[in-house]
């Protein structure tokens, strides 16, 4: 609920992991300059029967010209789905994301350079598994932050990679994709949405760190909201610190960890929701949470 000077208002924010990419560059493009791509007619019509005002869209590849972006507002929100209502979202925002983007490297440990394991974020080119935040209001795109190269190194008491070497830890980014702070303007309030996707806490061997990666990019927003915490951060501008007092904010993302399950550093979600800052007084659930967590068991019980 957004309150105003003259009146409140609720708005609906959501993330969703569509896995609209691909395994060539350009090749979401061509898929969405169709009507009838199947994979996108379903992503579009979940996002028609739930209806957001505030959406980011977590593996969708990036294209500086935000082709793709534009493309499935075109041939699929705003088509209705299934007899649907089309939506439609007059706000797009995207930005680089350090997949795919060569580090220069052996950073995987597989005696070659240039694979997806030694771009900064693992992608087989640039901008593969992206992101992008699509918006029913005003995004205030004078205020956007991103972090795509703030250097893991540079967070106080950084799990870093032990096996990496000095040279390796100097240019490592922290960000599997990117950290973006979008400023939102909702009823005359800015309402930060904080949104990014860390990396799945699932290496071995010689990629055994992204557990502490996985932990340090949740904390990046831990951090990010903390006033007494966020001076060292600093933005893609070369920007100081994080939000102030009193902001107006809402995380969200596919963090790649769960409070008890999953194969994330322990504590790791916990970052968020017991951060005292955060307000997790409401859980999401859904028919299909509950389902999964039946099948599978295990911690879920």
């Given at each position: 609920?957004?309150?105003?000077?003259?009146?409140?208002?609720?708005?609906?924010?959501?993330?969703?992991?569509?896995?609209?990419?691909?395994?060539?560059?350009?090749?979401l493009i061509e898929d969405l300059s169709t009507v009838d791509d199947?994979?996108?007619?379903?992503?579009?019509?979940?996002?028609?029967?739930?209806?957001?005002?505030?959406?980011?869209?977590?593996?969708?590849?990036?294209?500086?010209?935000?082709?793709?972006?534009?493309?499935?507002?075109?041939?699929?929100?705003?088509?209705?789905?299934?007899?649907?209502?089309p939506i439609h979202y007059p706000y797009l925002f995207c930005a680089?994301?350090?997949?795919?983007?060569?580090?220069?490297?052996?950073?995987?440990?597989?005696?070659?350079?240039?694979?997806?394991?030694?771009?900064?974020?693992?992608?087989?080119?640039?901008?593969?598994?992206?992101?992008?935040?699509?918006?029913?209001?005003?995004?205030?795109?004078?205020?956007?932050?991103?972090?795509?190269?703030?250097?893991?190194?540079?967070?106080?008491?950084?799990?870093?990679?032990?096996?990496?070497t000095a040279e390796e830890i100097n240019i490592l980014r922290l960000?599997?994709?990117?950290?973006?702070?979008?400023?939102?303007?909702?009823?005359?309030?800015?309402?930060?949405?904080?949104?990014?996707?860390?990396?799945?806490?699932?290496?071995?061997?010689?990629?055994?760190?992204?557990?502490?990666?996985?932990?340090?990019?949740?904390?990046?927003?831990?951090?990010?909201?903390?006033?007494?915490?966020?001076?060292?951060?600093?933005?893609?501008?070369?920007?100081?610190?994080?939000?102030?007092?009193?902001?107006?904010?809402?995380?969200?993302?596919?963090?790649?960890?769960?409070?008890?399950?999953?194969?994330?550093?322990?504590?790791?979600?916990?970052?968020?929701?017991?951060?005292?800052?955060?307000?997790?007084?409401?859980?999401?659930?859904?028919?299909?949470?509950?389902?999964?967590?039946?099948?599978?068991?295990?911690?879920?019980?």
């Amino acid at each position: 609920i957004i309150e105003s000077e003259n009146h409140s208002r609720a708005v609906r924010f959501a993330t969703f992991n569509t896995s609209l990419f691909r395994k060539e560059a350009g090749q979401l493009i061509e898929d969405l300059s169709t009507v009838d791509d199947s994979q996108a007619q379903t992503v579009a019509e979940i996002i028609q029967r739930l209806r957001p005002d505030v959406l980011l869209v977590n593996e969708f590849d990036y294209d500086e010209a935000e082709q793709a972006a534009e493309s499935f507002q075109d041939n699929y929100l705003s088509v209705g789905q299934n007899g649907l209502e089309p939506i439609h979202y007059p706000y797009l925002f995207c930005a680089p994301s350090n997949t795919g983007i060569d580090s220069g490297f052996d950073l995987d440990r597989d005696g070659e350079l240039g694979g997806p394991g030694d771009a900064y974020g693992y992608g087989l080119f640039p901008g593969q598994y992206g992101m992008a935040v699509l918006s029913k209001y005003p995004i205030e795109r004078n205020g956007i932050r991103t972090f795509q190269h703030f250097l893991w190194r540079d967070m106080p008491g950084a799990l870093l990679p032990s096996r990496c070497t000095a040279e390796e830890i100097n240019i490592l980014r922290l960000s599997s994709k990117s950290h973006w702070d979008v400023p939102i303007d909702i009823s005359e309030q800015t309402v930060h949405f904080l949104v990014s996707h860390p990396t799945p806490p699932i290496g071995s061997g010689s990629q055994n760190e992204l557990r502490e990666r996985n932990f340090d990019e949740i904390r990046f927003w831990a951090d990010y909201i903390d006033p007494v915490r966020n001076d060292y951060l600093y933005d893609d501008k070369g920007q100081q610190g994080g939000l102030h007092a009193g902001a107006y904010f809402v995380i969200a993302g596919d963090q790649n960890a769960d409070p008890l399950d999953g194969s994330s550093l322990p504590g790791a979600a916990q970052q968020l929701t017991k951060h005292p800052l955060i307000n997790n007084s409401v859980i999401p659930s859904s028919p299909g949470g509950a389902e999964q967590a039946a099948l599978q068991g295990l911690a879920n019980t």
